[in-house]
């Protein structure tokens, strides 16, 4: 049996709507608001009230509307070419509580440029001219800024509790964060790896390493120790000594002289300058006649050091790449599974780590192939390749007789 359906044209209207993905229109008419009011609160126009803003996200949320990355995509080449809309903002916090040397500089430079590229305009906000991390958020909600990069957290001890479920937000700089966010970072594991490398390519008998943990221990100190024992085990013992793990306090200088006493490594490597001015001022010793040395963190006027130089212009510039994928999906809130985007250090020679001649070798190891090698030629080849005996000896008179 054949039941009746009504096909009238509101019927079809109808269930074209509940089957269909919601659109724009459907947003704008449900919220009581033009079409036109729902694009400019997608693109964080700064003319939208708060109020307005947050009953069209909250319906938009409801019907499970997302702008159309391909069109976003589209919009933003017009965008580009024009000069940055006021309201497409974005946001680079520095959590700190005291005013210390700006070691964001180079990062905000790289995200800047990329942010102007992008058709975006980088504000920069510290987190201490706000009071707090919530004072910090609603300031920044009723600017209409919903992009946000999140600077290192180098005070554990200050709360990061943003409302975040109105911002687009991503995290640059060391591995420690107190949210879920995707992460940009440098690679400190290969950094150590390569460093570990060049100062072996380079000749020098021993290694050691100073590495000097944030407090508390984040998984950057993790990863480069974690590189330096890899290496350790996967290279011949006694290559490279035992590391130095120290803590950042009054007796520093102290354990770090005390250590390269007991170990006299030929080569040293340091996090930064800090190393090499406490081995070179309090103990007296020369940089590279008593000891070579590698940084994992070389500045731009390092001219004298030998190591990695870390590259925060990349790091600044592919935190805003991430962040303008997740503005035009209308990702907002943090995210239940983080990514972790490595930005790889460049190797800078210098003076401080000169070549050491030929690398040790395994005399013993070294022995043991010659040996094979005489074997596996044959007796004839052994007894060609010994040394003549004398006349008269009684080695002598056995080869003659044989």
Known sequence: MIRHCDFSRNRLKSYALTVTTPSLRLVARTAGVSTATVSLVFSNHPRISAATRERVLRVAGELGYRPDPLVSAIAAQRW???????????????????????????TVEGARE??????YTLQEFSLMDFGSARNFGRALYHRGIRGLVLGSVYDEDIPVDLPWEHFSAVHCGMAVCPVPLHTIMSNHFEAVELAVHKALASGHPTIGAVFIPFTPEVKDDRLRLGAYLACQRAHP??????????????????????????????????????????????????????????????????????????????TGAKAVEVLDQLLRTNQMGTTVHPVLHDIQPDWMDGPSCPPC??????????????????????????????????????????????
């Open 80 to 106: 580009q070419t024009d000069q940055a809309h006021p309201g497409r903002i974005v946001a680079f916090a520095k959590i700190q509580k005291y005013r210390i040397p700006d070691p964001w500089h180079p």
């Open 357 to 402: 001649g030929r690398p040790p070798t395994d005399k013993k190891k070294e022995s043991r192939t010659k040996h094979r090698t005489r074997l596996s030629r044959g007796p004839d080849a052994a007894r060609a390749a010994a040394p003549p005996a004398r006349k008269g000896s009684a080695r002598g008179s056995k080869l003659r007789a044989g």
């Open 237 to 314: 013992r006694g290559r490279l000594a035992d590391p130095l793990t120290v803590p950042n306090d009054a007796r520093l200088p102290e354990r770090v002289l005390a250590w390269y006493e007991r170990s006299r490594p030929s080569l040293v490597i340091g996090h930064n300058r800090w190393i090499l001015e406490i081995l070179t001022e309090a103990g007296g010793w020369k940089c590279p006649e008593d000891f070579a040395f590698i940084t994992l963190h070389r500045e731009a006027d390092d001219t004298d050091l030998a190591g990695l130089q870390v590259n925060d212009g990349q």
């Open 114 to 119: 990329e942010a102007a590229r992008r058709g």
